[in-house]
């Protein structure tokens, strides 16, 4: 295998590029676009375009689950969200989303609503994400050859934070870690990680939306340059049931008007304000569970034998809990959300988190205490469970007037279809597994 690394993206200003992969974000978290030149660009897409609503009504697999009309719908540039694209020389990416009707179902419109209720309290806030993901020595041709299944994984000797695969490796590694600079995309930490094929990435923390920007297009950077390469990157949840489940951590810091840090008074300790914070998103994560785990995968995830927390739970440095606070000394003052997996939708996930938050610093709603245990039983004395599967969190969101309150009922009542819809795609779908444990024994 020889890695490719030639790397595009070489424009100083990606605004003056020649052309232009225009990018609107669907209701999945996925990223649709259309190459343009810059004269189209100029002429049809900054100055005003459009482009079907259907987006909205469309699942993972292009199937249509909404109610029609499907007609054009405005949209408009976001003029901060330019980058360089990687993959070819003098272009760029940049991201558009609808100002009509369907703004108000934008995943991406989520967080940016948090982020101006932030601004409007007198806050400040940084983000990154931390992604796992597995490698397959496989092509697009391969996996569906194979159905998916039995598949052959890169880096097979590899151990978790393994010196000697990552060495091994060294080459694929940075690689990569040039193409995602080349798409404007730094990485804090990137090498090997659980397990066959595994590998890790922490994105560098930035302002939250450009934070999600990041995560998005660092999947997408990451599946191209493998899929160049003859191999597939694998961001699922939990791709069987021998692989390690993949998480997708968020990283948050605030500051009020000051500059102060909202959430640690002193080591192993938190103010009440970020105490409140944490009991707002506690409080609200049974009710809203689908927001940042939004695929049935998801909750597979949070089974036991993975590290994915099951409870609404929290801690001072723990890695089994649905938030983990750092505290000085071991390094600076943030929250860790661990629920979300690899293929979280990063606006919903840091936009439920933010939501969530700011909700509880409003209601003065206090946490449960933190635990020292392993934050995986299905239920802790007095802390309500969370839902098991995609349906129950579904049900669960369609019920949470608070959820449609912070995140406005038009979003949730067009999510709740769309989740509905996704469960009901899978809920007939047999697999492997089962015809193995019933097949012959029913």
């Known amino acids: 295998m020889t890695i490719d690394t030639t790397a595009g993206g070489n424009t100083p200003d990606p605004r003056g590029a020649a052309c232009f992969h225009v990018v609107l974000p669907d209701i999945d978290g996925g990223l649709r676009e259309r190459r343009v030149s810059a004269e189209s660009f100029e002429a049809n897409v900054r100055t005003g375009g459009s482009f079907c609503n259907v987006l909205h009504k469309w699942d993972a697999a292009d199937s249509v689950f909404g109610d029609a009309p499907f007609e054009s719908e405005t949209v408009a540039v976001d003029e901060t969200s330019y980058r360089p694209y990687p993959f070819e020389p003098n272009a760029a990416w940049v991201v558009t989303d609808f100002t009509g009707p369907s703004a108000e179902t934008s995943t991406r419109n989520v967080l940016i609503r948090q982020l101006e209720k932030a601004r409007r309290l007198g806050f400040s806030a940084q983000a990154a994400f931390e992604f796992e993901w597995l490698v397959f020595e496989e092509d697009a041709a391969s996996l569906r050859a194979k159905n998916y299944e039995g598949l052959t994984p890169f880096a097979v000797d590899n151990r978790c934070w393994d010196t000697l695969s990552g060495a091994a490796n060294a080459g694929v590694?940075?690689?990569?870690?040039?193409?995602?600079?080349?798409?404007?995309?730094?990485?804090?930490?990137?090498?090997?990680?659980?397990?066959?094929?595994?590998?890790?990435?922490?994105?560098?923390?930035?302002?939250?939306?450009?934070?999600?920007?990041?995560?998005?297009?660092?999947?997408?950077?990451?599946?191209?340059?493998?899929?160049?390469?003859?191999m597939s990157a694998c961001f699922m949840a939990q791709s069987d049931a021998a692989a390690p489940g993949l998480s997708g951590h968020i990283q948050l810091s605030m500051r009020d008007g000051a500059g102060r840090d909202i959430f640690a008074a002193g080591p192993g300790e938190l103010t009440?304000?970020?105490?409140?914070?944490?009991?707002?998103?506690?409080?609200?994560?049974?009710?809203?569970?689908?927001?940042?785990?939004?695929?049935?995968?998801?909750?597979?995830?949070?089974?036991?034998?993975?590290?994915?927390?099951?409870?609404?739970?929290?801690?001072?440095?723990?890695?089994?809990?649905?938030?983990?606070?750092?505290?000085?000394?071991?390094?600076?003052?943030?929250?860790?959300?661990?629920?979300?997996?690899?293929?979280?939708?990063?606006?919903?996930?840091?936009?439920?988190?933010?939501?969530?938050?700011?909700?509880?610093?409003?209601?003065?709603?206090?946490?449960?205490?933190?635990?020292?245990?392993?934050?995986?039983?299905?239920?802790?004395?007095g802390l309500t469970p969370l839902p098991r599967d995609l349906l129950a969190a579904t049900t669960a969101l369609a019920a949470s007037q608070t959820a449609a309150d912070l995140f406005g009922q038009a979003f949730i009542t067009r999510f709740v279809q769309s989740r509905l819809h996704e469960a009901e795609a899978l809920r007939r779908a047999v697999s492997v597994a089962e015809k193995a444990r019933y097949f012959e024994a029913a």
Not at 189 to 218: I, S, V, Y
Not at 286 to 298: I, K, M
Not at 330 to 337: K, W, Y
Request: glycine letters at 10%.
């Open 173 to 230: 590694i940075a690689a990569l870690e040039q193409t995602l600079a080349a798409a404007g995309i730094t990485t804090a930490g990137l090498g090997m990680e659980l397990g066959k094929g595994c590998l890790e990435a922490t994105l560098r923390h930035t302002e939250p939306l450009r934070a999600a920007d990041d995560a998005l297009f660092f999947k997408a950077v990451t599946k191209a340059f493998f899929r160049q390469n003859g």
């Open 272 to 381: 009440e304000t970020g105490q409140h914070f944490i009991g707002g998103v506690l409080k609200l994560l049974p009710e809203a569970l689908a927001l940042p785990a939004h695929t049935v995968n998801a909750y597979r995830r949070m089974t036991p034998g993975n590290w994915a927390p099951r409870t609404a739970t929290w801690s001072l440095g723990g890695y089994t809990t649905a938030i983990r606070a750092v505290t000085p000394p071991l390094a600076n003052p943030r929250l860790e959300f661990r629920i979300p997996a690899a293929d979280v939708n990063p606006w919903l996930g840091l936009g439920f988190l933010l939501g969530a938050g700011l909700w509880g610093i409003e209601h003065r709603i206090a946490p449960p205490a933190p635990v020292r245990a392993s934050g995986q039983e299905s239920a802790l004395p």
